[in-house]
């Protein structure tokens, strides 16, 4: 079957860095999304990783190993505002998004 | 961000009412999708729709009935629903393509409670 495993819950402090992880075992490989979501809100697109490696946006930034099944996503300089969870979904061989269930991160002052 | 709006926002039903949830999207795409969202779970897929043609379908109950009269709108009919139907109904678009470019952008969400 296909499996995407992310912590529940995480918690932080304001002005820190975490790093979210994401495994995944799936039908094929086309590319891993990770999504913010704001309770009551819809989740917006953070960041896309085909290739192995890290990409970085800003403060946040988000690394592959496919050879791993592995992603993180690694939010720095924290801010009271990047509460929220974060979705990994994994683009299969049809193209189609499997999800895991999120990671709630609650930052505290 | 209003390039996926979704109405209403809130929605509280009895099992035996009919009711629909709409989802519209501003952004020239042609995929649209429905998506169930609970508590601790992984979005559940419900729908996918491309060029206004149903290309997926999981499983879903025949109480949920999705329309896509044209690319930039998309329904779901819903009637004697269960308890356990009570969640935030998503509904996102993209391009359609598949691949790197297609990434989904979401609608804020129905959250349904059924009685």
């Known amino acids: 079957g296909q499996n995407i495993d992310q912590p529940t819950e995480m918690t932080a402090t304001e002005g820190a860095i975490v790093q979210i992880n994401c495994t995944y075992q799936t039908s094929g490989f086309n590319g891993l999304f990770w999504y913010q979501q704001h309770a009551g809100e819809a989740p917006t697109f953070l960041s896309y990783?085909?290739l192995d490696g890290l990409e970085e946006k800003g403060r946040f930034s988000s690394f592959l190993s496919r050879s791993k099944g592995y992603s993180y996503l690694l939010l720095k300089e924290l801010q009271m505002k990047d509460s929220a969870s974060y979705l990994c979904?994994?683009?299969?061989?049809?193209?189609?998004?499997?999800w895991g269930a999120g990671t709630k991160l609650i930052i505290k002052p | 961000e209003t390039g996926v709006t979704q109405t209403p926002r809130h929605l509280v039903m009895g099992m035996t009412n009919k009711k629909s949830l709409k989802c519209e999207q501003h952004l020239g795409h042609n995929a649209m999708y429905w998506y169930k969202q609970s508590a601790k779970k992984p979005l559940e897929l419900m729908f996918v729709y491309s060029l206004e043609e149903r290309v997926e379908n999981n499983s879903v109950p025949s109480r949920f009935s999705p329309e896509c009269p044209n690319s930039s709108h998309l329904f779901l009919h819903l009637h004697t629903l269960q308890p356990e139907d009570s969640a935030l109904y998503l509904c996102a678009s993209s391009h359609g393509t598949g691949g790197p470019t297609d990434t989904q952008y979401f609608g804020p969400g129905t959250r349904l409670t059924v009685l």
């Open positions: 990783n085909v």
């Open positions: 979904a994994v683009e299969d061989s049809n193209y189609q998004l499997i």
